[in-house]
């Protein structure tokens, strides 16, 4: 069998939610589940469509769905079936946790893999290979986080086993089409603590959806890609260039009975709990420093003799980049901040510090500026714990906004970086 399946489908038109939908396929995800609301949506009408459930209508799922029915892939799609979110992510969580098959150490030293399977019973394989099931995408609006909590809550008390699960957020920050406003950037993060990302492009979000997966599915834990409002409708045009995970896609199905980690009841979740905040949540901060760049993250230099910090997340990322094309304003980049080192990041939890650490010590960083969307500063925040715990010689600003424009009120972040 083979494990990659190059697709080359052309030129085509996707949006946010179409691009996350791109790198799940990619990643081989077997399983999609979601309970529709703007503006996630349309991803999992993406997958429905795909699945066969509904009439293939955009020219994405027309051009996808014929390319992947020709390499057979297995797609089973949930969404009328579901009654709301809770259930719609308890089912993600019966099919993640059935580990029948196995995938050789690709992210993790063998060291880790004690740390993260050791006390599993998986623990006495000679080979240290990582148990591995279907992968599985589970979306919902930003209000469909509350009512999932419970069921996500268990998904963290049962790590290792949901190894190989991608939730996938719609935020409406400006209550555009939703009863309330909320940052879920705090949910994932602050709550339940998981590797936590803020997409910011229809262009690359693919990518980091699937290389998560890859690096995930190995730690053990699920993941979280937040896309704001206008990111999840908002539409580009790609060469439709996918190299499709098969091997991923078609792996043994089965069940191995482990009370220990399955059945979460007092006496088994305490010591767990203890362990995931005390070395597996600094063991997920070390691998998403590791492999900082395939997640999709980016370190530049600007201007000589750097004394600045630029971490840009989100929508100031995908703006910051207007840089590139205009001198102009990397003039004003320059004369606002003096020589700097730009971070354009989708990492919102947990923050990387051994690279920042580096950079403060290697270029005598003395300021950072933080720019996140939202109203929770979880980035900033773990900044200036970085900084006041470690006893570094830098100051912290938080310079983002607290709220999401309307999709039609689409303004220049990078305006609100070079401002006065």
């Known amino acids: 069998?083979?494990?990659?399946?190059?697709?080359?489908?052309g030129r085509v038109r996707l949006s946010g939610n179409q691009a996350v939908a791109r790198g799940a396929l990619e990643a081989g995800v077997r399983?999609?589940?979601?309970?529709?609301g703007a503006p996630i949506s349309d991803l999992q009408g993406s997958f429905e469509q795909l699945a066969g459930n509904l009439r293939r209508a955009s020219p994405f799922a027309i051009k996808v769905g014929e390319a992947l029915d020709n390499a057979n892939y297995q797609l089973t799609a949930h969404w009328g079936t579901t009654t709301n979110e809770d259930n719609a992510f308890a089912l993600?969580?019966?099919a993640v946790i059935c580990k029948g098959d196995f995938k050789?150490?690709?992210?993790?030293?063998?060291?880790?893999w004690d740390l993260v399977y050791g006390d599993t019973v998986f623990s006495e394989d000679e080979e240290k290979r990582v148990p591995v099931g279907s992968r599985v995408m589970c979306s919902f609006k930003h209000l469909g986080g509350?009512?999932?909590?419970?069921?996500?809550?268990?998904?963290?008390?049962?790590?290792?086993?949901?190894g190989g699960l991608g939730i996938a957020s719609g935020d409406d920050r400006q209550g555009t089409a939703s009863q309330t406003m909320q940052d879920n950037k705090v949910l994932f993060s602050s709550h339940f603590r998981i590797p936590t990302f803020e997409l910011h492009s229809p262009l690359t979000a693919h990518q980091t959806v699937k290389n998560c997966y890859r690096l995930f599915e190995e730690l053990g834990t699920p993941f979280a890609v937040i896309m704001n409002y206008d990111l999840s409708y908002r539409e580009v045009s790609v060469d439709l260039a996918m190299e499709v995970d098969l091997g991923a896609n078609m792996r043994q199905k089965g069940f191995t009975r482990d009370p220990k980690h399955l059945v979460t009841i007092g006496p088994h979740i305490r010591p767990?709990?203890?362990k995931f905040h005390s070395k597996l949540i600094p063991l997920f901060r070390k691998k998403i420093g590791e492999y900082f760049d395939f997640l999709g993250n980016k370190v530049q230099q600007l201007g000589e003799r750097p004394r600045t910090l630029l971490l840009l997340n989100g929508p100031f990322r995908e703006d910051f980049q207007l840089l590139r094309h205009d001198p102009t304003l990397k003039d004003r980049?320059?004369?606002k901040f003096g020589g700097n080192v730009a971070v354009?990041?989708?990492?919102?939890?947990?923050q990387p510090e051994s690279l920042y650490k580096k950079l403060l010590s290697k270029l005598s960083i003395d300021r950072i500026f933080v720019f996140e969307e939202g109203y929770g500063r979880v980035i900033y925040l773990q900044l200036l714990d970085l900084v006041n715990r470690h006893g570094l010689d830098a100051k912290v600003f938080d310079c983002g906004i607290p709220y999401e424009p309307r999709i039609y009120e689409r303004f220049s972040y990078i305006d609100h970086i070079l401002a006065e």
């Open 146 to 162: 509350n009512t999932a909590a419970d069921a996500i809550r268990v998904a963290v008390n049962v790590v290792p086993y949901t």
């Open 1 to 9: 069998m083979n494990k990659g399946t190059n697709l080359n489908l």
């Open 272 to 274: 767990r709990e203890n």
């Open 104 to 112: 050789s150490r690709e992210f993790l030293t063998e060291d880790e």
């Open 31 to 36: 399983l999609a589940t979601g309970y529709p």
């Open 333 to 335: 980049l320059l004369k």
């Open 344 to 350: 354009e990041t989708t990492v919102v939890f947990p």
């Open 92 to 94: 993600a969580l019966g």
